[in-house]
């Protein structure tokens, strides 16, 4: 079965720039979607389609993807921005997420 | 505004069975696939199906393949999932998801617990 892998926890400064990445057997030909998930929330989709952000998602959010690599980037990381991350691969028959990585500011 | 709404969740023997629904209201349901997506409390999200906007193509986690049937009546503007077999691994909270136009999940509810002990 497919499978993502993310590392298990990050940790950065309040004003630092901070990367998650994702890794997968053929990620480059899927899309890459993150979200975001705090405590007792439900999830938040932050990125989509490797590197577009949807309305209402920060600008410090970006993602960019090269070869069968995913990655998250935070900009000037605020308290606000810690929490579980989680990537997903995207394409007409999958819907896998990775493991999660929990941000930690 | 769009709303997801999860019910249908309880304790479950081993072995048995729960239909949990998922009801959908602030957009045109039948313009959107659907999915449910589990969490074992404290762990991380398992996508379990998925199904396309007139439930003609439906998709499975190797889990949950020939145990779980994800379906939708859009003139109810209801997703459900039957689950047979249960095993306790199925223990999570689970929720419904709307797929967005563009790729990945716009909207989740807020899940619906599943228990499975004896």
């Known amino acids: 079965s497919y499978e993502l892998t993310q590392p298990p926890s990050v940790s950065v400064s309040p004003g630092q720039t901070t990367s998650i990445t994702c890794s997968g057997d053929?990620?480059?030909?899927?899309?890459a979607c993150w979200y975001q998930q705090k405590p007792g929330q439900s999830p938040v989709l932050v990125i989509y389609?490797?590197?577009e952000r949807p309305s209402g998602i920060p600008e410090r959010f970006s993602g960019s993807k090269s070869g069968n690599t995913a990655t998250l980037t935070i900009s000037g990381t605020q308290a606000m921005d810690e929490a579980d991350y989680y990537c997903?691969?995207?394409?007409?028959?999958?819907?896998?997420f990775g493991g999660g990585t929990k941000l930690t500011v | 505004e769009v709303q997801l709404v999860e019910s249908g969740g309880s304790v479950v023997r081993p072995g048995g069975s729960l239909r949990l629904s998922c009801a959908a209201s602030?957009?045109?349901?039948?313009?959107?696939?659907m999915s449910w997506v589990r969490q074992v409390p404290g762990k991380g999200l398992e996508w379990v199906a998925a199904?396309?906007?007139?439930?003609?193509?439906?998709g499975y986690a190797d889990s949950v393949r020939g145990r779980f049937t994800i379906s939708r009546d859009n003139a109810r503007n209801s997703l459900y999932v039957e689950m047979n077999s249960l095993r306790a691994e199925d223990t999570a909270l689970y929720h419904c998801?709307?797929?967005?136009?563009?790729?990945?999940?716009?909207?989740w509810g807020q899940g619906t617990l599943v228990t499975v002990s004896s």
């Open positions: 997903q691969a995207w394409d007409i028959s999958t819907r896998v």
């Open positions: 199904i396309n906007w007139n439930g003609g193509s439906t």
């Open positions: 602030g957009f045109t349901f039948d313009n959107h696939g």
């Open positions: 998801a709307r797929d967005a136009l563009y790729g990945g999940y716009d909207y």
């Open positions: 389609q490797d590197t």
């Open positions: 053929n990620l480059g030909a899927k899309y």
